[in-house]
């Protein structure tokens, strides 16, 4: 005879196996309550209209080649209508050479290639088709033109064809964020990112959590339902909060990724600061290559934040020049001063630079590393001692330099120790990172840069290779209401099972809300509003 233990058991494969079915005490039924362990099945179906779209998926302006998409219910349709060719002729997924015409004129516009797509197997899950066509205006125009001339068809809305293939189930809201981020990518780590991200590396690392705890979560439930009447061992509950525990902590240390997502999306920020005059405008400009930020012999030049964006070694730096910091009776330079420290206080990495020529002059090793400028140092801080061309001018210079340099380092140290303002160990003068530049020369700049990249790399380094970056704000919220439900879950678990339950179903929903928010529709139209129109 099969023993209530190995029932309950069966019952518990059963509602693992099979997520569209739950436990009513008696019977395990159909899930209801899809929302909670159904969503990646069912994929929230939007209310778009079912035109067929069109546009331009190319980049705008005059070129070799252009491709224009076109995808809906009558994409077949509008390839007879172009081509002068039998439908048997419309070989799914194989490139075909062909005059296009317009259907009402009859006209030969272009000659050119196509590739028709049968649905479900395409980008949009729908019937599409693509033209290959040469990539003048009026080419294009007059393509387009003759797209419309067939019924059913319509210019499609920015990202309507991403939105389609999400809608279709070919890709998950986090694919959908990651193809957005791959079109957006500037630098060779953010494509890389991006692109493991559309593939699906997000998508995959949040199912497996969310199966961990669907299948921790079926017990607890089939335990409510049958733990009594079974006589069942508890052991089998407090497995499951053991593996809950593990996922709390895993999710929890995925969590502190230092931002290392977040910066990898957006560009980590760097500082330039420093005293007047000392060449900081000078450096962005040879950094970006570009005159970016005024330069001049008058201190006190640059007021405001001037930023640029900057590709160093495949990782997007957002660099600001700020304004010299100094004492200033000026309440504008003032205001400079103070956007410079707080800019510096959240960045990545600073690059105080020093003028090397000044320093050799000054009878104190620190009067242009004043106590303000000091305090904003912290173990991110890279020391820049420039003008280094009017140092090597003489002999003199170097020797002075060689002893008024170790003075300095001294300095910093003597005074980052004393205050521990922005450090918790013990400052050496081996922490402090420092390169001699000359920006009139062009003098180490591909030192300070390869220096610049090493620091980057720490920056960015995987502290966990098999977990994917937290990319978006959105994700980390997500998981923070996940991990706050699972520590109310382990609050409750020995005295109230059922709202210990609950709060492990509203764990599973904030974990599904990555990959299929309940926000849907506003959602979408944030993540969209950036996509160009052929995507
Ligand atoms: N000899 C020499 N002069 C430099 C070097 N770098 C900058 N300068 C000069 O130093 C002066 C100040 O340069 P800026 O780049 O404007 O200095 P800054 O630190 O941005 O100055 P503020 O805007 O006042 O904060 C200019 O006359 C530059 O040409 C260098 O490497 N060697």
Known sequence: MISRLTIFQNLCKKCINNKRYYSNGNNFLKNNTTNIVNRQEDPP?????????????????KSGVAVIRVSGSQSKEVLKGLV????????????????????????????????YFKSPHSFTGEDVVEFHIHGGRAVIHDTLDAISSIGGTRTSQPGEFTKRAFDNGKMDLSEVEGLADLIDSQTHHQRKIAFNQMQGSISRFYYQLREDLIRSSAYMEAYIDFGEDAELDPEIVEQSKNRIIGIRDRIQSHLNDGKRGERLRQGAQVTILGPPNAGKSSLINLLTNRKVSIVSPIPGTTRDIIEAMLDIGGYPVIIGDTAGIRQSSDT????????????????????????????IEQQTSNSQLDNELLNIINSNTIFIFNKMDIINESPLK???????????????????????????????????????????DNMNIRQLLDYLQKSLENLFEC???????????????????CVESLDRYLYFHDSDIVIASEELRSAIKSIGEITHSSNIDDLLDIIFKDFCIGK
């Not at 120790?417 to 420092?434: L, P």
């Not at 502290?463 to 980390?476: A, C, F, G, V, W």
Request: aromatic share 6%; with cysteine.
């Open 45 to 61: 179906k939007l209310s778009l209209e079912k035109d067929t779209i069109y546009s331009l998926a190319s980049g705008v302006g």
């Open 84 to 115: 002068n060719k039998k439908e048997s002729e419309f070989k799914p997924r194989y490139a075909t050479i062909g005059t296009f015409f317009h259907p009402l004129t009859k006209e030969a516009i272009d000659k050119g290639m196509f590739i």
């Open 332 to 359: 504008i330079e003032l205001e400079g001063v103070q956007m410079a420290k707080e800019r510096s206080e959240t960045s990545d990495l600073s690059l105080c630079v020093l003028d090397a020529s000044q320093l």
């Open 398 to 440: 170097k020797e002075i330099w060689g002893r008024k340099k170790l003075e300095i380092l001294d300095n910093i140290v003597k005074h980052v120790n004393e205050t521990r303002k922005h450090i918790d160990k013990v400052y050496g003068k081996d922490s402090i990172q420092s390169v001699e530049i000359s920006c009139i």
């Open 463 to 481: 502290q966990e290779q098999d977990s994917p970056l937290l990319t978006r704000m959105r994700y980390k919220e997500a998981l923070i209401n």
